[in-house]
């Protein structure tokens, strides 16, 4: 278990070592995409900011990784 999840890291981590900005852009799309989601729809998915959350929590881990990389 322990060997499977350290291969994905190392997987992982080459492959955003050559997309340093592909976490930070996915992130700025789902920013997008909650604001549009606030704009024309008002369920459960709009109101609970899913996709702002995740936004923010992927460009930061998006920019901490491209930094350490």
Avoid: Q
Avoid at 22 to 28: E, G, H, M, R, S
């Amino acid at each position: 278990m322990i060997s499977r999840f350290s291969k994905f890291l190392d997987h992982t981590s080459e492959f955003l070592a050559s997309r340093k900005g592909l976490l930070p852009i996915i992130a700025v799309l789902c920013v997008t995409l909650n604001f549009l989601l606030r704009i024309f729809t008002s369920g459960w998915l709009a109101s609970s900011d899913l996709f702002l959350h995740a936004g923010i929590i992927l460009a930061v881990l998006g920019f901490m990784l491209a930094w350490a990389l």
